[in-house]
Protein backbone atom coordinates (compact mmCIF):
# COMPACT_ATOMS: atom_id res chain seq x y z
CA UNK A 1 0.00 0.00 0.00
CA UNK A 2 1.36 3.67 -0.97
CA UNK A 3 2.00 5.83 2.30
CA UNK A 4 -0.56 8.81 2.95
CA UNK A 5 0.75 12.11 3.05
CA UNK A 6 1.08 14.38 6.44
CA UNK A 7 0.55 17.85 5.05
CA UNK A 8 1.48 20.70 7.77
CA UNK A 9 -0.32 23.02 6.94
CA UNK A 10 -0.23 26.55 8.15
CA UNK A 11 -3.23 28.77 8.70
CA UNK A 12 -1.90 31.95 9.15
CA UNK A 13 -2.61 34.24 11.87
CA UNK A 14 -6.34 33.47 12.24
CA UNK A 15 -8.67 34.92 9.57
CA UNK A 16 -9.84 31.92 7.54
CA UNK A 17 -9.26 34.73 4.15
CA UNK A 18 -5.92 34.23 4.76
CA UNK A 19 -5.27 31.04 4.85
CA UNK A 20 -3.69 29.98 1.34
CA UNK A 21 -5.44 28.67 -1.83
CA UNK A 22 -3.91 25.38 -1.31
CA UNK A 23 -4.50 25.39 2.70
CA UNK A 24 -7.89 26.21 1.75
CA UNK A 25 -7.91 23.58 -0.43
CA UNK A 26 -6.37 20.69 1.85
CA UNK A 27 -8.19 21.57 4.70
CA UNK A 28 -11.99 21.60 2.61
CA UNK A 29 -10.54 18.42 1.32
CA UNK A 30 -9.19 16.53 3.99
CA UNK A 31 -10.38 13.12 5.21
CA UNK A 32 -8.18 13.22 8.27
CA UNK A 33 -7.21 16.37 10.01
CA UNK A 34 -4.68 16.87 13.41
CA UNK A 35 -3.86 19.91 15.37
CA UNK A 36 -2.48 20.78 18.74
CA UNK A 37 -4.40 21.97 21.92
CA UNK A 38 -4.77 22.43 25.25
CA UNK A 39 -6.68 19.85 27.31
CA UNK A 40 -10.39 20.96 27.76
CA UNK A 41 -9.97 23.68 25.07
CA UNK A 42 -11.23 23.84 21.32
CA UNK A 43 -8.33 24.71 19.86
CA UNK A 44 -7.11 27.83 18.57
CA UNK A 45 -6.25 25.74 15.14
CA UNK A 46 -9.35 24.10 15.24
CA UNK A 47 -11.70 26.99 15.76
CA UNK A 48 -9.96 28.74 12.76
CA UNK A 49 -11.48 25.57 9.99
CA UNK A 50 -15.01 25.95 11.94
CA UNK A 51 -17.32 25.18 9.42
CA UNK A 52 -15.01 24.07 6.83
CA UNK A 53 -14.07 20.72 7.47
CA UNK A 54 -16.17 17.57 5.51
CA UNK A 55 -18.98 15.88 7.84
CA UNK A 56 -16.74 12.70 7.91
CA UNK A 57 -13.96 14.11 8.28
CA UNK A 58 -12.18 12.38 11.65
CA UNK A 59 -10.33 14.89 14.19
CA UNK A 60 -6.70 14.00 15.90
CA UNK A 61 -6.29 16.20 18.72
CA UNK A 62 -3.18 16.67 20.22
CA UNK A 63 -3.08 17.67 23.85
CA UNK A 64 0.04 18.98 25.16
CA UNK A 65 0.71 17.14 28.52
CA UNK A 66 1.89 20.41 29.94
CA UNK A 67 2.16 24.18 29.04
CA UNK A 68 3.52 26.36 31.76
CA UNK A 69 3.00 24.13 34.95
CA UNK A 70 6.63 23.15 34.78
CA UNK A 71 9.51 25.62 34.07
CA UNK A 72 11.08 25.29 30.73
CA UNK A 73 14.63 24.69 32.53
CA UNK A 74 13.01 21.89 34.44
CA UNK A 75 14.72 19.14 32.43
CA UNK A 76 11.89 16.73 32.80
CA UNK A 77 9.92 19.63 30.80
CA UNK A 78 11.84 18.31 28.37
CA UNK A 79 11.29 14.92 28.72
CA UNK A 80 7.18 14.83 28.92
CA UNK A 81 7.08 16.63 25.86
CA UNK A 82 9.47 14.44 23.56
CA UNK A 83 7.18 11.95 24.95
CA UNK A 84 4.52 13.10 23.78
CA UNK A 85 5.77 14.28 20.24
CA UNK A 86 6.91 10.56 19.81
CA UNK A 87 3.67 9.29 20.80
CA UNK A 88 1.71 11.92 17.85
CA UNK A 89 4.04 11.34 15.15
CA UNK A 90 3.68 7.24 16.09
CA UNK A 91 0.20 7.57 15.62
CA UNK A 92 0.76 9.79 12.26
CA UNK A 93 3.00 7.56 11.02
CA UNK A 94 0.37 4.32 11.77
CA UNK A 95 -2.09 6.44 9.53
CA UNK A 96 0.45 7.26 6.88
CA UNK A 97 1.40 3.21 6.75
CA UNK A 98 -2.59 3.07 6.56
CA UNK A 99 -2.75 4.97 3.22
CA UNK A 100 -4.20 7.78 5.05
CA UNK A 101 -3.69 11.48 4.09
CA UNK A 102 -3.24 13.77 7.18
CA UNK A 103 -4.00 17.38 7.05
CA UNK A 104 -1.68 18.69 10.46
CA UNK A 105 -3.94 22.28 10.89
CA UNK A 106 -0.84 24.59 12.22
CA UNK A 107 -1.48 28.31 13.51
CA UNK A 108 0.55 30.91 11.66
CA UNK A 109 3.57 29.39 9.50
CA UNK A 110 4.68 25.71 10.49
CA UNK A 111 8.74 26.55 10.05
CA UNK A 112 8.31 29.55 11.81
CA UNK A 113 8.28 29.02 15.79
CA UNK A 114 6.02 26.34 15.19
CA UNK A 115 4.79 23.07 17.29
CA UNK A 116 4.51 21.10 13.95
CA UNK A 117 8.34 21.19 13.61
CA UNK A 118 8.63 18.61 16.30
CA UNK A 119 6.44 16.48 14.46
CA UNK A 120 8.12 17.43 11.39
CA UNK A 121 11.27 16.09 12.62
CA UNK A 122 10.66 12.44 13.95
CA UNK A 123 8.30 11.83 10.87
CA UNK A 124 10.38 13.24 7.69
CA UNK A 125 12.30 10.18 7.11
CA UNK A 126 9.54 7.52 7.62
CA UNK A 127 6.64 9.05 6.14
CA UNK A 128 6.09 11.45 3.06
CA UNK A 129 5.88 15.04 4.82
CA UNK A 130 4.76 18.04 2.81
CA UNK A 131 4.55 21.75 4.58
CA UNK A 132 2.57 24.47 3.28
CA UNK A 133 3.79 27.77 4.55
CA UNK A 134 1.52 30.94 5.89
CA UNK A 135 1.27 34.21 6.52
CA UNK A 136 2.76 34.72 9.83
CA UNK A 137 1.22 36.05 13.34
CA UNK A 138 3.68 38.86 12.90
CA UNK A 139 2.45 39.75 9.64
CA UNK A 140 -0.67 39.74 10.81
CA UNK A 141 0.00 41.80 13.59
CA UNK A 142 2.18 44.50 11.64
CA UNK A 143 -0.51 44.81 9.18
CA UNK A 144 -2.83 45.62 11.36
CA UNK A 145 -0.59 48.50 13.24
CA UNK A 146 -1.19 49.97 9.72
CA UNK A 147 1.80 50.86 9.22
CA UNK A 148 4.66 49.39 7.31
CA UNK A 149 7.28 47.71 9.68
CA UNK A 150 10.61 48.10 7.46
CA UNK A 151 12.06 50.15 4.91
CA UNK A 152 15.11 50.53 3.13
CA UNK A 153 17.94 48.65 4.73
CA UNK A 154 16.04 48.35 8.82
CA UNK A 155 17.10 45.57 10.63
CA UNK A 156 14.09 43.06 11.74
CA UNK A 157 15.20 41.49 15.03
CA UNK A 158 12.22 38.93 15.96
CA UNK A 159 12.91 38.15 20.08
CA UNK A 160 10.87 35.93 22.26
CA UNK A 161 9.54 37.13 25.30
CA UNK A 162 11.16 34.00 27.28
CA UNK A 163 14.13 35.01 26.67
CA UNK A 164 16.19 37.26 29.84
CA UNK A 165 15.39 40.79 30.15
CA UNK A 166 18.78 42.03 29.72
CA UNK A 167 19.43 40.43 26.30
CA UNK A 168 15.94 41.32 25.20
CA UNK A 169 16.94 44.82 26.62
CA UNK A 170 20.48 44.30 24.59
CA UNK A 171 18.94 43.23 21.33
CA UNK A 172 16.45 45.81 21.12
CA UNK A 173 18.62 49.08 21.46
CA UNK A 174 20.86 47.43 18.55
CA UNK A 175 18.13 47.27 16.06
CA UNK A 176 15.89 49.05 13.52
CA UNK A 177 12.24 47.08 14.08
CA UNK A 178 11.43 45.45 16.52
CA UNK A 179 8.69 42.06 16.74
CA UNK A 180 8.28 39.98 20.06
CA UNK A 181 6.39 37.30 20.23
CA UNK A 182 5.54 34.64 23.04
CA UNK A 183 4.12 37.34 25.81
CA UNK A 184 1.90 36.25 28.40
CA UNK A 185 3.40 36.24 31.90
CA UNK A 186 6.70 37.82 30.41
CA UNK A 187 4.92 41.15 29.62
CA UNK A 188 6.18 42.98 32.86
CA UNK A 189 9.63 42.07 31.85
CA UNK A 190 9.64 42.96 28.21
CA UNK A 191 8.34 46.16 29.00
CA UNK A 192 11.12 47.26 31.20
CA UNK A 193 13.18 45.80 28.24
CA UNK A 194 11.58 48.65 25.62
CA UNK A 195 12.05 51.31 28.47
CA UNK A 196 15.53 50.33 28.86
CA UNK A 197 16.20 50.59 25.08
CA UNK A 198 14.21 53.58 24.47
CA UNK A 199 11.91 51.93 22.53
CA UNK A 200 8.90 51.69 24.85
CA UNK A 201 6.97 55.02 23.43
CA UNK A 202 7.24 53.59 20.16
CA UNK A 203 6.14 50.04 20.97
CA UNK A 204 2.24 48.70 20.01
CA UNK A 205 0.42 45.66 21.27
CA UNK A 206 -1.47 43.32 18.80
CA UNK A 207 -3.52 40.93 20.42
CA UNK A 208 -5.78 38.27 18.43
CA UNK A 209 -4.50 39.76 15.36
CA UNK A 210 -6.74 39.00 11.87
CA UNK A 211 -9.49 38.00 14.31
CA UNK A 212 -12.60 39.56 15.13
CA UNK A 213 -11.44 40.66 18.75
CA UNK A 214 -8.46 41.62 17.34
CA UNK A 215 -6.68 44.88 19.68
CA UNK A 216 -3.95 46.86 18.61
CA UNK A 217 -2.94 49.95 21.40
CA UNK A 218 0.21 51.92 21.96
CA UNK A 219 1.83 49.55 24.66
CA UNK A 220 2.16 52.71 27.06
CA UNK A 221 -1.76 52.91 27.03
CA UNK A 222 -1.63 48.92 28.27
CA UNK A 223 -1.22 49.61 31.67
CA UNK A 224 -1.75 46.36 34.19
CA UNK A 225 -3.12 44.53 30.85
CA UNK A 226 -2.56 40.73 31.14
CA UNK A 227 -1.75 39.97 27.50
CA UNK A 228 -2.55 36.59 25.90
CA UNK A 229 0.75 34.29 25.15
CA UNK A 230 0.13 34.65 21.39
CA UNK A 231 -0.24 38.29 21.09
CA UNK A 232 2.68 40.25 19.53
CA UNK A 233 4.67 43.53 20.24
CA UNK A 234 5.85 45.61 17.37
CA UNK A 235 8.31 48.54 16.85
CA UNK A 236 8.47 49.80 13.52
CA UNK A 237 11.70 50.44 11.91
CA UNK A 238 12.17 54.21 10.62
CA UNK A 239 14.57 53.94 7.52
CA UNK A 240 14.87 55.16 4.37
CA UNK A 241 11.65 56.21 2.32
CA UNK A 242 11.98 58.58 -0.51
CA UNK B 1 -19.42 59.94 -5.63
CA UNK B 2 -18.02 57.25 -3.26
CA UNK B 3 -14.63 57.06 -3.46
CA UNK B 4 -12.95 53.79 -5.15
CA UNK B 5 -10.42 51.96 -2.41
CA UNK B 6 -7.02 51.07 -3.42
CA UNK B 7 -5.88 47.71 -2.08
CA UNK B 8 -2.40 46.61 -1.54
CA UNK B 9 -2.47 42.96 -2.06
CA UNK B 10 0.06 40.78 -1.39
CA UNK B 11 0.97 38.03 -3.74
CA UNK B 12 3.42 35.91 -1.47
CA UNK B 13 6.48 34.34 -2.53
CA UNK B 14 5.34 33.51 -6.18
CA UNK B 15 2.99 30.74 -6.59
CA UNK B 16 -0.42 31.88 -7.60
CA UNK B 17 -1.41 28.58 -4.74
CA UNK B 18 0.37 30.47 -1.94
CA UNK B 19 -1.53 33.28 -2.75
CA UNK B 20 -4.23 33.79 0.54
CA UNK B 21 -8.13 33.24 -0.43
CA UNK B 22 -8.38 36.79 0.07
CA UNK B 23 -5.59 38.15 -2.40
CA UNK B 24 -7.12 35.73 -4.97
CA UNK B 25 -10.79 36.81 -4.37
CA UNK B 26 -9.61 40.43 -5.36
CA UNK B 27 -7.18 39.54 -7.94
CA UNK B 28 -10.10 37.04 -9.86
CA UNK B 29 -12.67 40.14 -9.41
CA UNK B 30 -10.26 42.99 -10.20
CA UNK B 31 -11.45 45.65 -12.72
CA UNK B 32 -8.59 47.77 -12.40
CA UNK B 33 -5.02 46.80 -11.11
CA UNK B 34 -1.44 48.21 -11.07
CA UNK B 35 1.98 46.39 -10.87
CA UNK B 36 5.49 48.23 -10.38
CA UNK B 37 8.11 46.90 -12.88
CA UNK B 38 11.24 47.44 -14.53
CA UNK B 39 10.61 49.39 -18.03
CA UNK B 40 10.96 46.33 -20.71
CA UNK B 41 9.99 43.51 -18.30
CA UNK B 42 6.80 42.45 -17.73
CA UNK B 43 7.43 42.34 -13.84
CA UNK B 44 7.14 39.62 -11.47
CA UNK B 45 3.96 40.79 -9.61
CA UNK B 46 2.30 41.05 -12.86
CA UNK B 47 3.39 37.50 -13.45
CA UNK B 48 1.98 35.66 -10.53
CA UNK B 49 -1.17 36.61 -11.85
CA UNK B 50 -1.40 35.70 -15.20
CA UNK B 51 -4.34 33.61 -16.41
CA UNK B 52 -5.90 34.84 -13.66
CA UNK B 53 -7.18 38.49 -14.56
CA UNK B 54 -10.80 39.24 -16.34
CA UNK B 55 -10.45 39.98 -19.50
CA UNK B 56 -11.66 43.42 -19.28
CA UNK B 57 -9.59 44.19 -16.36
CA UNK B 58 -7.62 47.71 -16.97
CA UNK B 59 -3.41 47.32 -15.88
CA UNK B 60 -1.56 50.43 -14.70
CA UNK B 61 2.24 49.56 -14.87
CA UNK B 62 4.51 51.76 -12.83
CA UNK B 63 7.32 52.04 -14.49
CA UNK B 64 10.55 52.34 -12.08
CA UNK B 65 12.39 55.35 -13.78
CA UNK B 66 15.76 54.04 -11.64
CA UNK B 67 16.82 50.61 -10.09
CA UNK B 68 20.66 50.61 -10.07
CA UNK B 69 22.03 53.07 -12.04
CA UNK B 70 22.24 55.63 -9.67
CA UNK B 71 23.48 54.30 -6.37
CA UNK B 72 21.33 54.18 -3.45
CA UNK B 73 23.26 57.47 -1.20
CA UNK B 74 23.85 59.51 -4.39
CA UNK B 75 20.48 62.29 -3.48
CA UNK B 76 19.39 62.36 -6.93
CA UNK B 77 18.31 58.94 -5.59
CA UNK B 78 15.75 59.17 -3.50
CA UNK B 79 14.24 62.70 -5.49
CA UNK B 80 13.99 60.84 -8.76
CA UNK B 81 12.20 57.95 -6.76
CA UNK B 82 10.63 60.14 -4.71
CA UNK B 83 8.63 62.19 -7.51
CA UNK B 84 7.99 58.79 -9.18
CA UNK B 85 5.99 57.38 -5.92
CA UNK B 86 4.45 61.03 -5.39
CA UNK B 87 2.68 60.43 -10.13
CA UNK B 88 2.29 56.75 -9.09
CA UNK B 89 0.21 57.82 -6.00
CA UNK B 90 -1.65 60.77 -7.63
CA UNK B 91 -2.83 58.65 -11.06
CA UNK B 92 -4.45 55.69 -8.25
CA UNK B 93 -5.81 58.34 -6.20
CA UNK B 94 -7.60 60.31 -9.53
CA UNK B 95 -8.85 56.42 -10.26
CA UNK B 96 -10.33 56.69 -6.41
CA UNK B 97 -11.81 59.62 -6.79
CA UNK B 98 -13.50 58.24 -10.31
CA UNK B 99 -15.35 55.73 -7.88
CA UNK B 100 -12.84 52.91 -9.17
CA UNK B 101 -11.52 50.22 -6.72
CA UNK B 102 -7.52 49.34 -7.76
CA UNK B 103 -6.08 46.35 -6.94
CA UNK B 104 -2.26 46.91 -5.94
CA UNK B 105 0.00 43.84 -7.01
CA UNK B 106 2.62 43.55 -4.11
CA UNK B 107 5.36 40.68 -4.64
CA UNK B 108 5.72 39.56 -0.64
CA UNK B 109 4.14 41.09 2.32
CA UNK B 110 3.34 44.91 1.14
CA UNK B 111 4.17 46.07 4.37
CA UNK B 112 7.58 44.15 4.87
CA UNK B 113 10.18 45.64 2.91
CA UNK B 114 7.78 46.12 -0.20
CA UNK B 115 7.40 48.89 -2.80
CA UNK B 116 3.73 49.73 -2.15
CA UNK B 117 4.14 51.17 1.21
CA UNK B 118 5.83 53.95 -0.88
CA UNK B 119 2.28 54.50 -2.51
CA UNK B 120 0.40 54.05 0.55
CA UNK B 121 2.33 56.68 3.12
CA UNK B 122 0.99 58.85 0.12
CA UNK B 123 -2.44 57.57 -0.10
CA UNK B 124 -3.71 56.74 3.54
CA UNK B 125 -4.60 60.23 3.56
CA UNK B 126 -6.89 60.85 0.88
CA UNK B 127 -7.84 57.54 -0.07
CA UNK B 128 -9.30 54.49 1.46
CA UNK B 129 -6.51 52.20 1.00
CA UNK B 130 -6.74 48.45 2.48
CA UNK B 131 -3.63 45.99 2.97
CA UNK B 132 -3.73 42.87 2.29
CA UNK B 133 -0.94 40.71 4.29
CA UNK B 134 0.88 37.59 2.30
CA UNK B 135 3.42 34.98 3.04
CA UNK B 136 7.09 36.64 3.00
CA UNK B 137 9.58 35.65 0.37
CA UNK B 138 11.08 34.32 3.49
CA UNK B 139 8.46 32.11 4.42
CA UNK B 140 8.58 30.43 0.68
CA UNK B 141 12.74 30.49 0.90
CA UNK B 142 12.98 28.62 4.29
CA UNK B 143 9.94 26.19 3.33
CA UNK B 144 12.05 25.64 0.37
CA UNK B 145 14.95 24.24 2.51
CA UNK B 146 12.88 21.56 4.42
CA UNK B 147 14.47 22.58 7.31
CA UNK B 148 12.47 25.27 10.21
CA UNK B 149 13.50 28.38 10.54
CA UNK B 150 13.26 29.07 13.84
CA UNK B 151 13.04 26.98 17.58
CA UNK B 152 12.22 28.03 20.74
CA UNK B 153 14.39 30.73 22.08
CA UNK B 154 16.04 31.55 19.00
CA UNK B 155 16.38 35.12 17.48
CA UNK B 156 15.94 35.30 14.17
CA UNK B 157 18.02 38.59 12.59
CA UNK B 158 17.02 40.01 8.85
CA UNK B 159 19.10 41.43 7.26
CA UNK B 160 19.64 43.33 3.82
CA UNK B 161 22.54 42.65 1.62
CA UNK B 162 22.93 46.27 0.93
CA UNK B 163 23.98 47.04 5.06
CA UNK B 164 27.90 47.59 5.09
CA UNK B 165 29.98 44.23 5.62
CA UNK B 166 31.39 44.87 8.71
CA UNK B 167 27.75 45.38 9.67
CA UNK B 168 26.29 41.94 8.22
CA UNK B 169 29.79 40.18 9.83
CA UNK B 170 28.84 41.79 13.40
CA UNK B 171 25.01 40.81 13.32
CA UNK B 172 25.41 37.24 11.83
CA UNK B 173 27.86 36.70 14.88
CA UNK B 174 25.20 37.72 17.03
CA UNK B 175 22.35 35.83 16.61
CA UNK B 176 20.85 32.48 15.91
CA UNK B 177 18.85 32.62 12.92
CA UNK B 178 19.47 34.83 9.71
CA UNK B 179 17.44 36.12 6.58
CA UNK B 180 19.61 37.79 4.24
CA UNK B 181 17.44 39.66 1.37
CA UNK B 182 18.36 41.80 -1.69
CA UNK B 183 21.76 39.71 -2.35
CA UNK B 184 22.26 40.38 -6.35
CA UNK B 185 25.30 42.22 -6.70
CA UNK B 186 25.97 41.80 -2.75
CA UNK B 187 26.50 38.45 -2.74
CA UNK B 188 30.26 38.73 -2.77
CA UNK B 189 29.88 41.02 0.30
CA UNK B 190 27.45 38.45 2.02
CA UNK B 191 29.41 35.53 1.43
CA UNK B 192 32.52 37.47 3.30
CA UNK B 193 30.43 38.12 6.01
CA UNK B 194 29.37 35.16 6.90
CA UNK B 195 32.25 33.63 6.80
CA UNK B 196 33.84 36.13 9.04
CA UNK B 197 31.08 35.20 11.34
CA UNK B 198 31.27 31.57 11.18
CA UNK B 199 27.85 30.76 9.46
CA UNK B 200 28.74 30.24 6.01
CA UNK B 201 28.82 26.23 6.00
CA UNK B 202 25.34 26.43 7.23
CA UNK B 203 24.23 29.10 5.08
CA UNK B 204 21.87 28.11 2.01
CA UNK B 205 21.07 30.06 -1.03
CA UNK B 206 17.00 30.49 -2.42
CA UNK B 207 16.25 31.52 -5.73
CA UNK B 208 12.90 32.03 -7.18
CA UNK B 209 11.40 30.20 -3.51
CA UNK B 210 7.92 28.67 -4.71
CA UNK B 211 8.02 29.64 -8.28
CA UNK B 212 8.93 26.25 -10.89
CA UNK B 213 12.61 27.42 -10.87
CA UNK B 214 13.27 27.11 -7.54
CA UNK B 215 16.70 25.89 -6.81
CA UNK B 216 18.13 25.58 -3.14
CA UNK B 217 22.38 25.37 -2.80
CA UNK B 218 24.64 25.03 -0.21
CA UNK B 219 26.20 28.40 -0.07
CA UNK B 220 29.35 26.95 -0.68
CA UNK B 221 28.55 25.12 -3.72
CA UNK B 222 27.67 28.35 -5.41
CA UNK B 223 30.66 29.54 -6.62
CA UNK B 224 30.88 32.51 -8.76
CA UNK B 225 27.04 32.08 -9.49
CA UNK B 226 25.46 35.30 -9.21
CA UNK B 227 22.43 35.22 -7.65
CA UNK B 228 18.94 37.24 -8.74
CA UNK B 229 18.10 40.53 -6.69
CA UNK B 230 15.40 38.58 -5.08
CA UNK B 231 17.20 35.16 -4.36
CA UNK B 232 17.14 34.99 -0.14
CA UNK B 233 20.01 33.45 1.67
CA UNK B 234 18.77 31.33 4.81
CA UNK B 235 20.54 30.05 7.95
CA UNK B 236 18.30 28.01 10.48
CA UNK B 237 18.18 28.45 14.08
CA UNK B 238 19.14 25.43 16.50
CA UNK B 239 17.38 26.29 19.49
CA UNK B 240 15.31 23.92 21.79
CA UNK B 241 14.26 20.99 20.70
CA UNK B 242 12.38 18.68 22.52
Request: aromatic letters at 8%; one cysteine or more; glycine letters at 10%.
Amino acid sequence: MTQGTIFGVGLGPGDPELMSVRADRLVRGARHIAFFRKPGREGQARRIVNGMLAETATEFAMEYPITTEIPLKDPRYNAILSAFYADCAAHLAEMSGQGRNVVVLCEGDPFFYGSFMHLYTRLRDIAPVRVVPAITGMSGAWTATGTPITWGDDVLTVLMGTLPETELARRMADTDAVVVMKIGRNLDKIKRALRHSGLFDRAWLVEHAAMPNQTVTPLHETEDRVAPYFSIIVVHGQGRRP
